[in-house]
């Protein structure tokens, strides 16, 4: 499907531009008029962590003259894997100051705009209304339910990225041209099914090959060349190394752009994702316990079995002593429940406490009345009993 230009060039580039983008401007396709497209577009990249950072650093490259970026979290030592616009001297920084330092190094002809903030149904229809585009780097469902009800909303195209483990995917949604990400996913997944990255892990790599792709869709939305991906879903494969694309209609049942849509403003996106069951916080409710109270009753030789719920790799990485590893889907299938003790008190845990909260509700309904879990995890018992032991 090809698709007007979404902005007017620019009045000219400067000398120190023609020299810069020279390769561009000798592509018959882009030449002058689209770079100075390029040049007079304003781009948000949602998120500058594994999506964000190449799509950042590319958009800047290629003299996209004005980048917002959306971001609330520090440098911490895990993202270096992935989130290349960062380095170790950025740790402990703002990673939406340290990208725009990258940016500018990068070209120092593209005006940065940070919205430093968690991105909400408060701020994020003024935030879009600055841009052309949105780019979309986020890795939670709330916020790409919110970005997206947000575009469709204000009638404005985005570019939408996801990557776990070595899986990516990619596309552009435009409710008028095209489906939106409603059309795809009409509904989140239950709590606690699909793992984040920060649960499943991402080859670093795979950041690279679907940011790159999301700044290729970009380009060509911006200067009105090629055929987006609207209406098409790219599934990446790096393992296998492939490429497959599926159509993707639009639905017209959907919920914010379909025929009569139901969703006119922006919702609770965190209920409506349900970040943990309500099973989960029933079971939680009186039934929580800080790693400190865990040490006490390790060191006071109380009757408890702890059993951590994550994966064997992670259990690899750091564990709790005296732990024993049962995973997460052993519960859910009901086969690690005729192995626990009767007479000790089961002690659950998993890296933050989400897993651990949906085993601890099953523990519940299977008669284990006085069990527990740890708050915060692993991560938190690092933190504040071990914290000579590493975190992920």
């Known amino acids: 499907m090809s698709l007007p230009p979404l902005v007017e060039p620019a009045a ?57 970026i959306v971001e609330f979290d520090e440098v911490d030592e895990s993202n270096l894997q992935r989130q290349v616009i960062h380095s170790q001297a950025d740790i402990g920084r703002s990673k939406a100051q340290s990208a725009k330092d990258t940016v500018l190094g990068i070209n120092p002809y593209v005006t940065v705009n940070l919205h430093e903030g968690r991105l909400d ?6 935030i879009f209304a600055e841009y052309d585009l ?6 939670n469902f709330a916020t790409r339910y919110l970005v997206n009800d947000a575009c469709v909303l204000l009638g404005k195209p985005y570019v939408w990225g996801s990557i776990y483990r070595f899986d990516g995917q990619a596309s552009v949604f435009w409710s008028e041209h095209g489906p939106c990400y409603r059309c795809l996913y009409p ?41 987006p991906l609207v209406g098409r879903l790219m599934i990446y494969d790096a393992l296998e190394m492939t490429y497959r694309q599926v159509k993707v209609r639009k639905d017209p049942d959907c919920a914010v752009c379909g025929e009569n849509p139901t969703v006119t ?29 865990l040490k006490e009753w390790i060191d006071a030789d109380e009757k408890i079995e702890i059993i951590d719920v994550r994966e064997p790799n992670e259990y690899e990485i750091v564990s709790i002593p005296g732990a024993k590893l049962i995973p997460k889907n052993e519960f859910l299938m009901g086969t690690a429940l005729q ?23 099953v523990l519940k309904s299977a008669g284990f009345a006085d069990a527990v879990h740890v708050g915060g995890g692993v991560i938190s018992w690092v933190h504040t009993v071990e914290p000579e032991k590493p975190v992920y």
């Open 134 to 139: 949105i780019v979309d780097g986020t890795d």
């Open 121 to 126: 149904s408060t701020n994020v229809m003024e």
């Open 12 to 68: 000219e580039l400067t000398v120190d531009e023609v020299r810069r983008y020279s390769r561009h401007l000798i592509i018959p396709d882009v030449g002058m008029d689209g770079q100075k497209r390029l040049k007079n577009a304003k781009v948000l990249c949602v998120g500058a962590g594994g999506l964000g950072s190449p799509a950042l650093m590319y958009l800047a490259a290629a003299g996209v003259g004005t980048l917002g």
């Open 187 to 227: 509904e989140p997944p239950p709590p606690g099914m699909v793992p984040s990255c920060a649960e499943g892990g991402v080859l670093g790599v795979l950041c690279a090959s679907i940011g790159s792709i999301q700044v290729n869709e970009a380009i060509k939305l911006l200067a009105g060349i090629g055929d």
């Open 265 to 293: 403003e922006l919702i609770d996106y965190e209920a409506f994702c349900g970040v943990v069951s309500e099973e989960a916080q029933e079971a939680a409710l009186g039934s929580t316990i800080t790693p400190r109270q």
């Open 339 to 361: 192995d626990l003790p009767q007479d000790r008190k089961i002690v659950l845990h998993c890296k933050t406490g989400v897993r651990s909260a949906e085993v601890l509700a």
